[in-house]
């Protein structure tokens, strides 16, 4: 199952003049770039390993693309993503976070149901696949 | 709405005008003073490019010119200064993305043990890119002396990003003449890479007075004429002193003229209107130690007395 989360996860893949025109877009707003991947997707994991350290002083998207490509040899079989952190009070948030890579094969999910006490019963996804 | 046509003809002086290079050119000859053959080879090389872009324009093949650069000259004949410029100006014609300046010397390159320096020269080379990147001191990077110095992998890099990137970044190395030579002729790849080489003369003692005023005149200062003559001496004889830097021994001897000033006015205890507070005379500059024989910079402290 194609996962859908973060930006244009409904868009086909983006290119990679699609990618960097994003992180020129991200620079231009003088946002941090951190890459980061993970093979288990699961929604609740928000923490993805990072991929060398978050790059505040780029003036140009080439230094991001050097380092995806990087990350993709290491990883190509994994989930990377990219996040553009804003860190301008009344903001000091995650602004962009798009994936820009996915696996040859993606994993779906199982709704999980379990009861608690009284009857009360909690439902959680798990991975398969 | 249906595509342009590709233009038949490119008015060059237009082009000139139009694209901010005839600002940066003028705003470098009134900003510089002196170094007339860096003048004149930065204006060829920007010819060179309007022609280049010209021809983009028209459709005629191209490739990428090289537009890596070496500066070579004593300290403080302005090589930074130009790079900047120089920046700025391969920024308008549209050959950097970016158009920042990213000053580094071996430190910035080299690691202290193994695995360091990869990491570090990326960091560097990822900063850079879109803009120029400007090596001081370019030679320090190769020491064949020493076993365990790692800067032949920071060449390694540089050398393989230079070639590889050359839509992306311009690297521009300085230096002294002679080291640099020898540099080149230790490791060959670079002279191959480096299309222009841009020797910086150093200032007359005309020039570095027309600085001094330049200077001043930037700070909000003036020299009385016994000043004039007396910077004008001062010039000539700092020249002979060792460890001379140019534009740069006279913005430190300024600096010392400022103080002097400064002293001189608190010590009259008098009432002092923007006029005297603006003016260096004469007492300021002639009290420097390079008219009493000399700064004797490695041998001035006082031994200690048994």
Redesign the interface.
């Known amino acids: 199952m194609r996962i859908t989360q973060g930006c244009f996860s409904f868009l086909p893949d983006l290119t990679d003049a699609q990618i960097r025109d994003q992180i020129e877009y991200i620079l231009s707003r003088d946002w941090a770039v951190g890459i980061e991947f993970t093979d288990e997707p699961h929604p609740r994991n928000t923490y993805w390993e990072m991929w060398g350290n978050p790059?505040f002083?780029?003036?140009?998207?080439?230094?991001?693309m050097?380092?995806l490509d990087e990350c993709r040899k290491a990883h190509g079989d994994a989930y990377i993503r990219i996040n553009a952190f804003d860190s301008s009070r009344g903001w000091e948030t995650v602004m962009m976070s798009f994936i820009v890579n996915r696996p040859a094969h993606e994993p779906s999910f199982r709704t999980w149901r379990m009861e608690a006490d009284g009857r009360h019963v909690r439902y959680t996804h798990e991975m398969v696949g | 709405m249906d595509g342009d046509a590709a233009p038949v003809t490119v008015d060059l002086r237009a082009e000139y005008e139009s694209s901010g290079v005839r600002e940066i050119l003028d705003e470098l000859d009134r900003e510089l003073i002196g170094l007339a053959p860096v003048k004149q080879r930065i204006r060829e090389t920007a010819a060179l490019l309007l022609v280049d872009r010209a021809r983009r324009q028209l459709g005629l093949a191209h490739e990428t010119p090289t537009l890596h650069m070496s500066f070579t000259g004593n300290p403080g004949t302005g090589k930074t200064t130009v790079a900047l410029k120089m920046a700025g100006l391969l920024h308008r014609l549209g050959y950097v993305r970016k158009g920042h300046l990213v000053s580094v010397t071996r430190d910035d390159l080299v690691g202290q043990y193994i695995g360091h320096t990869a990491p570090k020269t990326k960091e560097v080379l990822k900063k850079a890119m879109g803009g120029v990147l400007f090596i001081d001191e370019a030679y320090y990077l190769y020491k064949p002396d020493n076993e365990r110095d790692y800067g032949q992998e920071a060449i390694e890099i540089l050398l393989q990003v230079m070639e590889n990137n050359r839509d992306d970044l311009v690297v521009i190395m300085a230096g002294y003449a002679d080291r640099m030579d020898r540099f080149f002729s230790a490791n060959p790849g670079f002279r191959s890479r480096i299309a222009h080489h841009i020797e910086f003369p150093d200032y007359s003692d005309e020039e570095l007075g027309r600085i001094s005023g330049a200077m001043l005149g930037a700070q909000g200062y003036v020299l009385d004429p016994g000043g004039a003559a007396a910077m004008a001496e001062y010039v000539r004889l700092r020249r002979e002193q060792p460890h001379f830097a140019n534009a740069r021994s006279i913005r430190n001897a300024l600096d010392r003229a400022r103080l002097r000033q400064a002293n001189r006015l608190f010590s009259a205890a008098a009432v002092v209107d923007a006029k005297s507070l603006s003016t260096i005379t004469e007492a300021d500059i002639r009290a420097s130690r390079v008219f009493s024989g000399g700064l004797d910079i490695d041998g001035s402290r006082r031994k200690d007395v048994p």
């Open positions: 790059m002083d780029l003036k140009d998207a080439k230094g991001v050097m380092e």
